[in-house]
């Protein structure tokens, strides 16, 4: 068990008395008594505002002694006077990026044992309430982003802990043997099957896709400009398809690769990194929420591309009918379980059985005459339209007559799309994303 415990870091170093399951420990911060309760696997990272640290320049070194293993240095506000200083300097600050910093860092801390058990603690004993309500939003986000993440095995979501201590009197106040009780209890937030991409952000004039990798001078840097705006469009995709129970688009379209859009990750939490600190006194105010859609939707992405790896074949000719009643259509192991969309199943259910045996011509299932060779299934279903019918698409599980193709190998139906429906799926995914 990995566990990370998060604090607002003190000016200061004065050591208290806390007790926590009857044993007593002498440390500056409570995070710290937590780390040596828990043992090697346990980390401490401390947040410090930079008003902290211009006041004493030494905090930082000071608490390396004492087994610290990282700091966090985020925007303050206010004015402040350095000892010694005859001019004081005002920060000016925005909320919006402290809670960005934090979940940057959070990020990056999961993603060293994204692959086992871990537990984060967030420790609220002191610091300032703005920066202390910013810590919190900042985790419940982590939150969230780690529940998108992880849909095949949810053991690895980590488990999220709230601790503090008996408030904590200057010890003038207090007798130096008085001891503070350190509290811990759970946290719990939920994530639902939701895009947090509209599709607006996708395809609109001022899509947020382009607002976040925009187009540069720089030619390389266009080119990763345009491959992360791909991924983005990509996630709504296969986003669409599972939400509008479509099971055929996850077989016709190339997921990006999971590696890829962890890195996309990575790299976007470090280029808001590298814009925080590049002026102290005054932050950015980063487009929080901008940021925040485009950080979901890549993990997301990220964890339906691992449920489709781990349990769904590609098919370059084509995919069976009993592959898709199996991977989709079956209460006892369809995809759709991962997902919390069991209600799929029985919708998905009746349009392939229609398909087996419901279509008739002249009193034979499509099996009986469906030749080897490729051919429109509306050669074999009747219906008004001869052009590619949105509702249709949707109604019928995906399954349109106009641009899906059948063919019977080994008294077995096969599908695919057309060659040249790609366009159509995709722009009738990108419009129905939910709301």
């Known amino acids: 068990m990995k566990r990370f415990i998060y604090q607002i870091g003190r000016p200061d170093k004065n050591v208290v008395n806390f007790t926590y399951e009857n044993k007593t420990y002498t440390k500056p911060l409570s995070s710290l008594v937590l780390k040596e309760h828990f043992g090697d696997d346990a980390k401490v990272i401390l947040i410090y505002p930079i008003s902290i640290i211009l006041y004493n320049e030494k905090v930082l070194e000071d608490l390396k002694d004492d087994g610290v ?74 939150s969230v982003f780690t529940q998108l993440m992880n849909w095949q095995n949810k053991n690895f979501i980590p488990k999220i802990f709230i601790s503090f201590s008996d408030p904590i009197l200057p010890q003038k106040e207090e007798s130096s043997d008085k001891k503070y009780r350190i509290y811990i209890q759970p946290l719990n937030f939920k994530a639902f ?17 382009k607002k976040l990798f925009p187009d540069v001078d720089d030619e390389n840097q266009m080119k990763e400009n345009r491959r992360k705006r791909k991924i983005l469009e990509n996630f709504v995709i296969f986003f669409s398809a599972l939400r509008n129970n479509t099971p055929l688009v996850l077989y016709h379209f190339e997921s990006d690769k999971y590696e890829d859009i962890i890195q996309a990750i990575k790299d976007l939490t470090n280029e808001i990194e590298t814009k925080l600190s590049q002026n102290w006194e005054n932050s950015p105010n980063l487009p929080k929420n901008d940021y925040l859609k485009a950080i979901f939707s890549l993990g997301f992405y990220a964890g339906i591309v691992e449920v489709l790896d781990k349990n769904l074949k590609k098919c370059s000719d084509g995919v069976e009918i009993c592959e898709i ?5 079956s209460y006892e192991s369809s995809i759709y379980r991962f997902f919390g969309l069991e209600t799929h199943i029985p919708l998905l259910g009746n349009e392939l059985y229609n398909l087996e045996e419901g279509y008739k011509v002249d009193g034979k299932k499509l099996v009986e005459i469906v030749g080897k060779e490729w051919s429109k299934l509306m050669s074999f279903v009747r219906g008004e339209k001869q052009d590619f019918d949105e509702r249709n698409f949707f109604s019928h599980a995906g399954f349109e007559r106009t641009i899906t193709e059948i063919r019977s190998k080994d008294n077995k139906l096969y599908f695919k799309y057309s060659e040249n429906a790609k366009d159509k799926i995709k722009s009738v995914l990108l419009k129905y994303i939910g709301d």
């Open 193 to 209: 099957f939701l895009s947090p991409l509209k599709k607006e952000d996708i395809t609109g004039e001022n899509k947020l896709s």
């Open 69 to 142: 293993d990282g700091f966090i240095k985020v925007h303050s506000f206010g004015t402040y006077k350095k000892p010694g200083d005859s001019e004081s300097i005002t920060f000016n600050s925005h909320y919006d990026d402290i809670v960005l910093r934090i979940l940057c860092d959070l990020i990056k801390r999961y993603f060293e044992v994204s692959k086992v058990e871990s537990e984060f603690y967030f420790d609220i004993s002191s610091g300032l309430n703005i920066h202390i309500s910013a810590m919190i939003e900042a985790v419940r986000h982590f």
């Open 325 to 329: 009643k199996k991977k989709f259509g």
